[in-house]
């Protein structure tokens, strides 16, 4: 069965405290890999797409990479600002079919 | 360049109702997804529209609930006689013709049945 998993469910940094959240996938048939940020009471924001293995992409304290069974969302001196809520999305197949990880909740402290 | 809009943005009903949820994509965009964010859960993918065409709707409960993109105006998600577990945020995505993969999200409905 395709599986989207994120650890960690949570993460508190201090501003500045460099870290990484992790996307385990087991899919078939894998099309891309996106990561999106998502605040409380809105909708998901569109970070990074990552098609294949040993792709990076990266915006401003963002960095995402991909593996053949993971991804990492790298985020280097993180400020307050970027507390939210990061989601990994597998999409499958033809029919554009997007699984969604639980997400990762970041809070940052200043 | 407006981005995907969705009204109402809180919608409230008593179970029995019907709640209708509007999705209008961002310009451009042909392709439409509908999704649904239970508390403390992640987001489920229900259906994939094309203009007045259902390409794939195999998240969508088998009753009460139904999708369309007419030729003119948005997307409609219609709940017919809610109940208390559809209560949920609901996320209207969309996505360019010339590529299909990355999709844009609304600010979402939030759906309380009473």
């Known amino acids: 069965e395709d599986q989207v998993t994120q650890s960690p469910e949570a993460l508190r940094l201090q501003e500045g405290e460099s870290s990484s959240l992790n996307c385990s996938y087991t899919v078939s048939g894998l099309r891309g890999l996106f990561w999106y940020r998502q605040d409380p009471g809105k909708g998901p924001e569109f970070l990074f797409t990552?098609?294949?293995a040993g792709e990076e992409k990266e915006k401003e304290r963002l960095k995402a990479t991909l593996t053949k069974k993971e991804s990492f969302l790298h985020i280097t001196a993180p400020k307050p600002e970027d507390s939210a809520t990061y989601l990994c999305a597998v999409l499958l197949g033809d029919n554009n079919d997007m699984r969604f990880g639980a997400g990762t909740r970041l809070t940052v402290k200043p | 360049n407006a981005g995907v809009m969705q009204n109402p943005r809180h919608l409230v009903r008593r179970r029995g109702q019907e709640a209708r949820l509007r999705c209008s994509p961002m310009?451009?965009?042909?392709?439409v997804y509908w999704y649904r964010q239970l508390p403390e859960e992640g987001l489920k993918f229900m259906v994939y529209l094309q203009k007045e065409n259902i390409i794939d709707e195999s998240g969508m409960p088998k009753e009460r609930f139904s999708a369309e993109f007419p030729k003119e105006g948005p997307s409609i998600l219609r709940i017919q006689q809610v109940v208390r577990g559809d209560s949920a945020a609901y996320f209207c995505?969309?996505?360019?013709?010339?590529?299909?993969?990355?999709?844009?999200f609304g600010p979402g409905t939030r759906l309380t049945v009473l």
């Open positions: 310009k451009g965009h042909s392709h």
């Open positions: 990552l098609y294949s």
């Open positions: 995505a969309s996505s360019p013709q010339y590529s299909t993969d990355t999709q844009y």
